[in-house]
């Protein structure tokens, strides 16, 4: 008795989970089926139109003007133009701002009569040398793109605010007629 136990244990440890013909011809059909629906979704989503090509816009017109497009350009300003000078107080926020309104770097706080005192001894020029070739932390031109007149503007602005009493630097095309 025991051989026929030993038998019927063997016999189903070897089955499958495919017990009749009917669940064999579905695993087949699922067996094909499934993967050619997957190639024909990969092969819609591949060739749809809506998304670009890679490097299709490569060769578009705008694409190939940023690339060919100068590193550098030259701006020509014209000195004597009062009209688009700015003020010594449109420098001053602008560019100097940055380190005289909070004090940054050691600069002289805008206002602080203390810390301009000693600088105003020497003079509008040499606090202009200074500003225009830098001194301590600060650049030359405190790092601005301005011409000289627009620097001196805002050096006599910043030092008026401490205490000075320097006059507002005329503008020079009114500087070349008043020689005249």
């Known amino acids: 008795m025991s051989g026929t136990q030993d038998h019927a244990h ?10 009749t013909p009917k669940q064999l011809m579905w695993a ?39 690339r060919i497009q100068p590193v550098g350009t030259i701006e020509i300003k014209d000195a004597n133009d009062a009209a688009s000078m700015k003020t010594g107080e449109q420098v001053f926020q602008a560019q100097c701002a940055a380190c005289h309104a909070t004090g940054a770097a050691g600069a002289p706080k805008l206002g602080d009569a203390a810390a301009w005192g000693p600088r105003l001894k020497g003079g509008v020029e040499a606090l202009l040398t200074s500003a225009l070739k830098g001194k301590g ?8 793109d301005f011409s000289d007149f627009e620097i001196k503007r805002a050096v006599v602005y910043m030092a008026n605010q401490g205490g000075a009493k320097f006059e507002e630097p005329k503008a020079p095309a009114a500087a070349a007629s008043a020689a005249k």
Do not use: R
């Open 137 to 144: 932390n600060m650049g030359a031109q405190g790092g601005g």
């Open 10 to 19: 063997d016999h189903g440890a070897h089955e499958g989970p495919i017990k």
């Open 28 to 66: 087949v059909g699922f067996a094909f089926v499934v993967p050619v629906l997957v190639i024909v979704m990969l092969a819609m989503y591949v060739t749809a139109a809506v998304k670009p090509a890679a490097g299709s816009s490569g060769l578009d017109e705008q694409a190939v003007a940023a």
